[in-house]
């Protein structure tokens, strides 16, 4: 580490281009262990690792009126974007020889290029997601992990988050800690600033990731993850680790890598601060009439008591509870008229923004009902079709044309698409679920083939 000092006095004294010293620095590796810190209470979070100065940085050197790095991939977006990155990172308060060390000789890495930018062929089926997060024994297991993990009790207890819901995002997070992503994500976030699309975001998280490393929680060997970056047994990104990451198991580290304790409180902090209400339910499963409008869906949100005027009730006869009847719910129809419904309660929007997926929420609820030892639902999914790529955006396109317009057509069947859906759906008298099946593709193509047709 001599020669490391060295040149950091040349590079003070000479201001040569940061990162020349790259080069030289090739070798050297981030400390392989953490620095041990006072061990808080249990349950406590550290302070913010953005609020924390670096255990040994010294305060970075003013910023000269204009950085130019060399050369450091020999791509030259990436180049030029990286160039540029490095005054950004300094005003951020990243050390000058901390980003010497991790920026230089940098590449971008292509499988994450590829993947950002990568639309499905073929679109899964809800119904299908969900098996797969009920399948292949994460039932069984989580019904053991209830049990056996370390402070799950007092991790449920002080953030008012069902151990079960926590457990069912671990599962389809990282399959309970065994799947956690191999990509660097000092590369993975790079290599998506440089690309540009979601550059402001992107360089947000890079930055965020090498606070995370000027902190000493953790090195660049451990901040590995997803290729979008999300880091751990519960994904978080590094944003997310400074501001809602804590010390689940008393060690004083927030080891979300290593400490399923950690993990698991971590996940619980982030829901309790996205607005998770204790003692209320998720979702439940309804029964709506035969006659009932269907464009209600995804629709108004009102107490259970409005939707049983409407007909709508809890499919398994069960009484609403107090704390659910005094919620405000909406209605979800996710297969359609012909699969089950769901009276959706605000802590079904608490766990999407964990991840903001209609699937993803369904999943993670349904999972967490069978593990705390609920059943099956009452109307099983119906048999779906995968629509290709080509399909959702041809009918996006045609509901357009219709005056329907969903906005751009990308193929992502999202809240936009299904609303220009019902309405389509409404005008025509079908039933409004804003469902989109291989047959409402092909009745879209044929109306809007028959206004253009005569139109000419």
Request: aromatic letters at 8%.
């Amino acid at each position: 580490m001599a020669r490391f000092s060295t040149l950091a006095r040349l590079h003070a004294v000479k201001r040569l281009p940061p990162l020349l010293i790259a080069v030289l620095l090739a070798g050297c590796a981030s400390p392989a262990v953490k620095p041990a810190l006072p061990a808080p209470a249990p349950l406590t979070a550290p302070q913010p690792a953005s609020a924390a100065p670096a255990p040994s940085a010294a305060a970075p050197e003013p910023l000269p009126t204009q950085i130019t790095p060399p050369t450091v991939s020999g791509d030259m977006v990436f180049d030029a974007w990286a160039a540029e990155f490095y005054g950004r990172a300094v005003k951020a308060g990243i050390p000058r020889l901390l980003l010497d060390r991790e920026l230089n000789g940098l590449t971008p890495d292509p499988r994450v290029t590829s993947r950002d930018s990568r639309q499905p062929e073929f679109s899964q089926p809800i119904s299908v997601y969900v098996a797969g997060a009920l399948g292949q024994g994460a039932v069984a297991i989580g019904e053991r992990k209830r049990a056996e993990v370390p402070n799950i009790a007092a991790i449920e207890q002080k953030f008012g988050v069902p151990r079960e819901i926590l457990l069912a995002v671990w599962s389809r997070e990282s399959a309970f800690g065994a799947i956690q992503g191999d990509f660097d994500v000092i590369r993975s976030m790079a290599s998506l600033a440089a690309q540009g699309r979601r550059r402001d975001w992107a360089e947000g998280e890079l930055i965020s990731a090498l606070k995370i490393i000027a902190s000493g929680e953790a090195t660049r060997a451990q901040l590995k993850g997803s290729w979008a970056g999300a880091m751990g047994q519960t994904q978080f990104t590094p944003s997310s680790y400074l501001a809602t990451a804590v010390d689940g198991d008393g060690d004083g580290k927030r080891d979300i890598w290593g400490s399923s304790a950690d993990a698991l409180a971590s996940a619980a902090n982030l829901l309790a601060k996205g607005g998770w209400t204790a003692g209320q339910g998720w979702a439940r499963e309804v029964s709506v009439p035969a006659d009932f409008d269907w464009s209600l869906t995804e629709g108004p949100k009102q107490p259970p008591a409005w939707w049983a005027q409407m007909g709508v009730v809890r499919a398994d006869g069960v009484a609403w509870s107090d704390a659910d009847q005094a919620a405000l719910t909406q209605l979800l129809a996710p297969a359609g008229a012909n699969g089950p419904v769901f009276l959706l309660f605000p802590n079904h929007f608490v766990i999407r923004k964990y991840n903001n997926s209609v699937a993803y929420a369904l999943a993670v609820g349904l999972l967490a009902d069978r593990i705390a030892g609920g059943g099956p639902l009452v109307k099983p999914w119906p048999a779906e079709t995968p629509l290709s790529l080509a399909d959702r955006m041809t009918a996006q396109r045609a509901l357009a044309a219709l005056g329907f317009s969903a906005g751009t057509p990308d193929g992502v069947v999202g809240i936009g698409t299904r609303s220009a859906l019902r309405s389509w759906q409404k005008a025509r008298g079908l039933p409004a679920d804003g469902y989109l099946s291989p047959d409402m593709v092909q009745k879209l193509k044929a109306e809007a083939g028959a206004g253009r047709t005569r139109s000419c």
